[in-house]
């Protein structure tokens, strides 16, 4: 009788209040604690350099090969060691000790133990990328269980997400063996662990990006549930978000050009259970709960990015059907937003791959850091309240 009553009580009041555990922010994490001050970026060169700096883009920290001193298996020297120019994805992780990484020829795990020399700057995890497979990999996630996540970011029905153990107690080896290997999202650019929703969201298209499949190519991001008793991801078909409308990319590369507009950065907005996703035309927004995307292009600015300003006056041309557009949110590579409303993003020149600075914007206003590097990702380097990184 009386558990009825409850129930009752339950419904009336709405039985999700009462049954979904909010995530606690770590005390550090509260916004009151926390500095939002520590960006990672990612600068292209032979070596390619990754760097941790503040607001202004002074340096704190900075990682190139020659900082590595201790012995690697040949096939992760050589790749270290590669022509490769990349530093394509940083991210903060292990609870701010180590930064995930696609630097030169390799996807790695490197410490940051800045005050600790001793062990700052050991690779404690490595793949070579100099495989048929692995070639293109653009983004890395941490997973539970100290496993880290790789996309492929191919075009084939057998490209998606390779996770490996990446436990600093395991000898480096240039074969590393692998957990799990998840196919069918194509060319995924953005993955992101949810701890409240214990998944790995990635976000990818659902046929080739380059046309090769002859059928037009969605945008789509895919939630992939976390089996805590199994430790491997699964696929579920519940889970399968698509953009409505798929886009040739002709306005920015000429008619004719082949590929269909693809998914870039999936951002979780924090202390929300919403993601907002740079797809190569603009951005969208995302709600887990319900399901849907909720917002376009400069209603998604409007409500979460004020501020936000094209980097250069040459985003417009004509499409596939002839109409004459503007795209000035095209191209965001990367973009990471802070819980003080404050965030950071990477647009690419028009026409190329990468942008020559990160803008940061501050209470609406944007100014201009890294001036002069050849980036394609700047994030905060640290935890977004809301979406913890798994604790290894
Ligand atoms: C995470 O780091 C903070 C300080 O940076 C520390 O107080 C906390 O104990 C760490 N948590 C774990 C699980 O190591
Ligand atoms: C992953 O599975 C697919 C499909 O079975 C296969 O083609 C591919 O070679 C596998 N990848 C690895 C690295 O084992
Ligand atoms: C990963 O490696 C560590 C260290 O060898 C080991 O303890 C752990 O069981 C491994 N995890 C998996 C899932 O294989
Ligand atoms: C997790 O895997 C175990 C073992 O295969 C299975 O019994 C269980 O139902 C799975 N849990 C979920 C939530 O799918
Ligand atoms: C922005 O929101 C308004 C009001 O809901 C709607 O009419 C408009 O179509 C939206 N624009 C885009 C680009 O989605």
Same mark, same amino acid.
């Given at each position: 009788m009386l558990g009825r009553l409850i129930g009752w009580v339950l419904l009336l009041f709405g039985f999700e209040i009462w049954y979904i555990p909010l995530i606690q922010p770590q005390e550090r994490l509260r916004p009151d604690h926390r500095p939002w001050q520590d960006i990672i970026t990612g600068l292209y060169g032979v070596p390619p350099l990754l760097k941790i700096h503040d607001r202004d883009g002074d340096v704190k920290w900075s990682f190139t090969r020659k900082d590595v001193t201790h012995n690697l298996p040949p096939g992760l020297q050589k790749c270290l060691y590669s022509n490769a120019n990349d530093a394509t994805e940083v991210k903060w992780m292990n609870n701010g000790t180590s930064v995930g990484a696609i630097y030169s020829d390799l996807a790695l795990v490197i410490n940051y133990t800045p005050d600790n020399p001793g062990t700052d700057k050991l690779i404690t995890f490595a793949v070579c990328l100099d495989t048929v497979l692995l070639r293109n990999a653009h983004t890395v996630e941490p997973l539970p269980g100290q496993r880290f996540a790789i996309a492929t970011t191919g075009q084939r029905p057998w490209?998606?997400?390779?996770?490996?153990?990446?436990?600093?107690?395991?000898?480096?080896?240039?074969? /590393?063996?692998?957990?799990?290997?998840?196919?069918?999202?194509?060319?995924?650019?953005?993955?992101?662990?949810? @701890?409240? *929703? $214990?998944?790995?969201?990635?976000?990818?298209?659902?046929?080739?990006?380059?046309?090769?499949?002859?059928?037009?190519?969605?945008?789509?991001?895919?939630?992939?549930?976390?089996?805590?008793t199994t430790g491997l991801l699964n696929k579920d078909n519940r889970k399968i978000?698509?953009?409505?409308?798929?886009?040739?990319?002709?306005?920015?590369?000429?008619?004719?050009?082949?590929?269909?507009?693809?998914?870039?950065?999936?951002?979780?907005? /924090?202390?929300?259970?919403?993601?907002?996703?740079?797809?190569?035309?603009?951005?969208?927004?995302?709600?887990? @709960?319900? *399901? $849907?995307?909720?917002?376009?292009?400069?209603?998604?600015?409007?409500?979460?990015?004020?501020?936000?300003?094209?980097?250069?006056?040459?985003?417009?041309g004509y499409n596939s059907d002839g109409e004459w557009q503007e795209l000035p949110q095209s191209d965001l590579k990367s973009f990471s937003l802070a819980s003080d409303g404050s965030f950071i993003y990477v647009q690419s020149l028009w026409k190329k791959f990468r942008g020559f600075h990160t803008s940061l914007v501050v209470n609406g206003k944007r100014r201009k850091i890294n001036i002069g590097d050849e980036i394609y990702r700047s994030r905060w380097y640290g935890d977004i309240d809301g979406w913890p990184k798994p604790k290894f």
């Amino acid at each position: 009788m009386l558990g009825r009553l409850i129930g009752w009580v339950l419904l009336l009041f709405g039985f999700e209040i009462w049954y979904i555990p909010l995530i606690q922010p770590q005390e550090r994490l509260r916004p009151d604690h926390r500095p939002w001050q520590d960006i990672i970026t990612g600068l292209y060169g032979v070596p390619p350099l990754l760097k941790i700096h503040d607001r202004d883009g002074d340096v704190k920290w900075s990682f190139t090969r020659k900082d590595v001193t201790h012995n690697l298996p040949p096939g992760l020297q050589k790749c270290l060691y590669s022509n490769a120019n990349d530093a394509t994805e940083v991210k903060w992780m292990n609870n701010g000790t180590s930064v995930g990484a696609i630097y030169s020829d390799l996807a790695l795990v490197i410490n940051y133990t800045p005050d600790n020399p001793g062990t700052d700057k050991l690779i404690t995890f490595a793949v070579c990328l100099d495989t048929v497979l692995l070639r293109n990999a653009h983004t890395v996630e941490p997973l539970p269980g100290q496993r880290f996540a790789i996309a492929t970011t191919g075009q084939r029905p057998w490209d998606g997400i390779l996770v490996y153990n990446a436990s600093a107690g395991n000898a480096l080896t240039d074969d /590393p063996p692998i957990i799990q290997n998840i196919t069918g999202l194509r060319a995924i650019h953005g993955m992101i662990w949810d @701890e409240q *929703g $214990q998944m790995l969201w990635a976000a990818g298209t659902d046929a080739a990006a380059d046309g090769s499949d002859l059928i037009s190519a969605y945008g789509t991001i895919v939630g992939y549930p976390w089996n805590a008793t199994t430790g491997l991801l699964n696929k579920d078909n519940r889970k399968i978000y698509k953009i409505p409308e798929a886009y040739h990319l002709m306005t920015e590369w000429g008619q004719g050009y082949p590929w269909w507009a693809g998914l870039h950065d999936l951002v979780p907005v /924090p202390n929300q259970r919403k993601f907002l996703v740079s797809e190569d035309r603009g951005l969208h927004a995302f709600d887990i @709960e319900l *399901g $849907q995307f909720t917002e376009h292009y400069e209603n998604v600015t409007d409500r979460y990015m004020q501020g936000f300003e094209c980097t250069t006056d040459d985003r417009y041309g004509y499409n596939s059907d002839g109409e004459w557009q503007e795209l000035p949110q095209s191209d965001l590579k990367s973009f990471s937003l802070a819980s003080d409303g404050s965030f950071i993003y990477v647009q690419s020149l028009w026409k190329k791959f990468r942008g020559f600075h990160t803008s940061l914007v501050v209470n609406g206003k944007r100014r201009k850091i890294n001036i002069g590097d050849e980036i394609y990702r700047s994030r905060w380097y640290g935890d977004i309240d809301g979406w913890p990184k798994p604790k290894f």
